[in-house]
């Protein structure tokens, strides 16, 4: 049994440190399909050695065996591997699902992709930039969710120790999630080729304690607005006001109360889930889904008009009318 043991643990061996259970979920498919591609080696070419060694030609007089098939054991080579690869599409779909299911109480942070620049802003409206070497600072047993942008060109978010990868795409919000199970710093790299410096384009989460957490959190500067706090700001100077109620009473656009979350009904006949891209398209081109009820043409577009900090603000603002 110990070559089996090596082999199932080179999976580990040669990669990061897991620090999140995902990771240590992902290693043990990975040692599983590394074992299980040594042993059908083994019995492939091993069974080709037997049969080329034992019917060989011995002599110019040896005639070929004849030899009958067998359907229990042509059953047998084509039942067992569909069996095992139905039991790693399942193993491998479940890993995914955890992955991509978002655990609602999750803190959330905002990161922008630039070239060649990490930013992490916090709901508090604390930000770090990987530029000046600030690491993305979470507690540890404690579920973060990403919700990602780029202002420029496509990057990639990854970080090895936690076996996460995101595109990060101009436009539109990719969402990425993780639970650190260690306390430490771990790498962050872009892995999708941004330009010059794309190899300098580094980063680090740093997991502490939740106590700590909460002592960094709290030193946010006085005057930096919050996200919420830079929305309601911008809900007055950008209009919104005129256009939509926050208590709950129709006006010429939807109120924001209880908008997040919420399903929709479009003009077309479709219903749309109410998330951050939603509300990002909504502000930037808001003829494209017209909810239905409601005229078409009347709020004017915003593309480029707003920062993505701002559009950060606008939604954490609508985010937050319950």
Same mark, same amino acid.
């Given at each position: 049994?110990?070559?089996?043991?090596?082999?199932?643990?080179?999976?580990?061996?040669?990669?990061?440190? /897991?620090?999140?259970?995902?990771?240590?979920?992902?290693?043990?498919?990975?040692?599983?399909?590394?074992?299980?591609?040594?042993?059908?080696?083994?019995?492939?070419? @091993?069974?080709?050695?037997?049969?080329?060694? +034992? $019917?060989?030609?011995? #002599?110019?007089?040896?005639?070929?065996?004849? =030899?009958?098939?067998?359907?229990?054991?042509?059953?047998?080579?084509?039942?067992?591997?569909?069996?095992?690869?139905?039991?790693?599409?399942?193993?491998?779909?479940? =890993?995914?699902?955890?992955?991509?299911?978002?655990?609602?109480?999750?803190?959330?942070?905002?990161?922008?992709?630039? /070239?060649?620049? &990490?930013?992490?802003?916090?709901?508090?409206?604390?930000?770090?930039?990987?530029?000046?070497?600030? *690491?993305?600072?979470?507690?540890? @047993?404690?579920?973060?969710?990403?919700?990602?942008?780029?202002?420029?060109?496509?990057?990639?978010?990854?970080?090895?120790?936690?076996?996460?990868?995101?595109?990060?795409? *101009?436009?539109? $919000?990719?969402?990425? &999630?993780?639970?650190?199970?260690?306390?430490?710093?771990?790498?962050?790299?872009?892995?999708?080729? !941004?330009?010059?410096?794309?190899?300098?384009?580094?980063?680090?989460?740093?997991?502490?304690?939740?106590?700590?957490?909460?002592? &960094? =959190? %709290?030193? #946010?500067?006085?005057?930096?607005?919050?996200?919420?706090?830079?929305? %309601? +700001?911008?809900?007055? /100077?950008?209009?919104?006001?005129? !256009?939509?109620?926050?208590?709950?009473?129709?006006?010429?656009?939807?109120?924001?109360? @209880?908008?997040?979350?919420?399903?929709?009904?479009?003009?077309?006949?479709?219903?749309?889930?109410?998330?951050?891209?939603?509300?990002?398209?909504?502000?930037?081109?808001?003829?494209? +889904?017209?909810?239905?009820?409601?005229?078409?043409?009347?709020?004017?577009?915003?593309?480029?008009?707003?920062?993505?900090?701002?559009?950060?603000?606008? =939604?954490?603002?609508?985010?937050?009318?319950?």
């Amino acid at each position: 049994m110990l070559w089996w043991l090596s082999i199932a643990n080179a999976g580990s061996s040669f990669a990061p440190v /897991q620090a999140t259970q995902i990771a240590a979920d992902w290693d043990n498919l990975y040692k599983f399909l590394l074992a299980a591609s040594f042993i059908s080696c083994v019995i492939l070419l @091993g069974g080709m050695v037997y049969f080329v060694t +034992k $019917y060989r030609r011995k #002599t110019d007089k040896d005639k070929t065996a004849y =030899i009958s098939h067998n359907s229990f054991l042509e059953f047998l080579w084509s039942f067992i591997p569909l069996v095992i690869f139905l039991g790693v599409f399942a193993w491998g779909w479940s =890993i995914y699902h955890n992955m991509r299911n978002m655990p609602k109480d999750a803190l959330e942070v905002h990161v922008y992709g630039k /070239q060649w620049d &990490w930013t992490f802003e916090y709901k508090s409206g604390k930000k770090a930039y990987s530029s000046n070497n600030e *690491p993305l600072v979470v507690p540890v @047993g404690k579920p973060v969710r990403l919700i990602m942008t780029s202002s420029d060109v496509i990057h990639s978010f990854f970080v090895p120790s936690f076996r996460i990868k995101q595109d990060v795409v *101009p436009g539109r $919000y990719t969402n990425l &999630w993780f639970q650190a199970e260690k306390m430490g710093e771990f790498h962050i790299f872009c892995t999708e080729y !941004c330009g010059f410096s794309h190899s300098a384009m580094l980063g680090k989460i740093k997991v502490v304690s939740v106590e700590d957490y909460e002592k &960094w =959190i %709290a030193e #946010t500067d006085a005057s930096q607005l919050s996200g919420v706090e830079l929305g %309601a +700001k911008l809900y007055n /100077q950008k209009g919104c006001v005129a !256009c939509h109620s926050l208590d709950g009473s129709p006006k010429v656009g939807p109120t924001f109360k @209880g908008l997040f979350s919420k399903a929709e009904n479009l003009e077309d006949g479709s219903t749309v889930n109410v998330d951050e891209n939603y509300l990002r398209e909504s502000v930037v081109n808001p003829n494209v +889904k017209i909810v239905k009820g409601f005229p078409k043409g009347v709020m004017p577009a915003f593309q480029g008009q707003v920062s993505e900090e701002e559009l950060t603000g606008i =939604i954490e603002f609508i985010k937050g009318q319950k």
